[in-house]
Every structure is written in structure tokens, then in C-alpha cells.
């Protein structure tokens, strides 16, 4: 009998979460071929028959952003030649979003150039994780479908105050910058306590500094929520910020870690409690001393709902 499951996929990137999903949605992995020549250009096509079948390929656009979202480009170029069927990306962290808008004149809005690149190559649908801004889907003229992890870090942070018996009057979910405003609200909401924020400004691209706290960290244990996290020195910034206005115990959150060891180290050797970030970039580097938590379930569900349901 022929096998109509759609087939998942997985390119240089993500490959252990796309062995996880294919698990818990008990759809076949799919084989593909990739080289890449002396000259850096990569070629990436299908080995197993692809026609009139499904796909779903899952792949980050992390580092290094480029070849991966080439990768993403060539693949699916060679699905559609091949004659797949619907084709679904999901790409658990969205290389570029968080270049969605002008800042300064002349500005690119790269965005909106890799939304239009991921489509002209034929992809049907894509699946995002807790993508950065609301802008980057809107760039999009095929279906998109965020999966925000409000519930996940619910579920995470209801585990640490029953094992610390920490009451909801004692905590506060904190955002360290405005982009995270929305976060933090609804997480704040969700567990029914005090949100704060903290208000920055951006002197240089790749720099910030803190100019305001809204809220009374003082005597409180601390969530602070962020989408991603590169260098760090946000969040660093922020616990100091917090600890120096009295706050008892820091737990940190977010979902990509968009790390390099020696930032991982910093932010594992600081005062903070314990750190929480999800799997949707694979980590070249040993990360115990943190809980990396999966999100698989989550993107299954979203698949059962869209391709399924």
C-alpha cells in the first residue's frame, strides 16, 4: 500500500528537533543530499521520492543565516521541480526578523526580503516560533502560523514557584525592553501577577542602556521573559538592574538562544537562579548547566492542526 504520510524533512540545520517531530507525529523522515563546493555554493536536493507527497521541511535560519536560508531556497526549488505536494517550512528561529522595519534612512527591511525569496521558491505555508515582531508575518502572502510560547513558559514557571514555594504575591514577570512588552504581559497574566518593564535606549545598533524600571522588583522573585538572546548583555544588564533595586531570586526565559560560548558562560556564571531557553537552535557547545527545553510538541500540534485538521 503506498505510503501518503507527508514526509519530513530537515537540512544542515535543526535536525534533531525534525527527528523529534517525525517521532510524535509517526510521519516518515525523508533523505536528502547536500554539498558544498570549494566556492561556498551549496546544492541540497531530495533523495527520496517526493512526487504528489507532503512536505514538511523544518529548518532554522540560524547561524550561519545565509547557507541556511539558501539551503531553504535550493531544497525547495528541487521539491517543486520534483513535483511535491503542499510544502510547509517551519523555521523554529526566523533568521532576519529582527529587521523588519527602518530605523535609519537607507535602512533595509530584510524581513520582508527573505519572505519574498522563501516564497517565490514555492513554499505553501511556514510555521513560525515565537517569532520576533508581528510585522515579519504580514510580509508574508501564503498562509503563516506563530506559535507563541506564552503557555510553555506558564507551565515552566508554575513548576519553579511550587518548588520553591513561592507565592503569586512575592513574584513579577519583568520584560527587559519594550520589544518584549507583549510577553510579559501575557505571561504576567496568565500565572495572575505584577508585570514590570524595563524602558531602554539604543545609542548604536548592537547597544542599549537601561533609562527606566517600572515596577518594585524589591523583595520579589523575578521572571524575566525575552524571545531572543545574542550577546547577552540585555539580560545581564537587566538582572543587575534588578538585583541592585532588591530582588531575592532571577529566573531567565527565552525561547532562542542565539549564543556563542563565551556568552552562554556569562550568562550561566552570573546571578541568576536559573536559566530556561528553548531547543529551536541546535548548540554546538555543552549547555547542561541550563534547562533546554523542547518544542516539538508544540510544533506538532500546529502541524496536526494545519495539515490534518
Known sequence: MKDNRPLIFHLSASKALAKEVSKLLNYPLGEAESYTFYD???MVK??????????????S???PQSKHLMEILIFVDSLKKNKSGKITLVTPYFGYARQDRQIHAKDPITASLAARLIESCGVDEIIFIDIHTKNTPSF????THNIEMTNTYKQLFLRVMEENNYKKDEVMVFSPDHGSESRGIALASSLGVTFGEIYKIRPKVDETRIKDIEGNPNGKVVFLIDDIVDTGSTILEAVDALKGMGAKAIYVG??????????????????IDKIFFSNSIELSFPHEEAVCFSIASEIAKAIRGEIDG
Not at 508574508?140 to 498562509?143: D, G, N, Y
Not at 527565552?254 to 546571578?271: G, I, M, P
Request: aromatic fraction near 10%; avoid cysteine.
Open 40 to 42: 561556498g555554493e551549496e
Open 46 to 59: 531530495p533523495i527520496s521520492e517526493v512526487k504528489d507527497r507532503d512536505i514538511i521541511l523544518i529548518q
Open 61 to 63: 535560519t540560524s547561524y
Open 140 to 143: 508574508f502572502h501564503i498562509k
Open 254 to 271: 527565552f525561547t532562542h538562544a542565539v549564543l556563542k560560548e563565551n556568552n552562554y558562560r556569562e550568562l550561566v556564571h552570573h546571578d
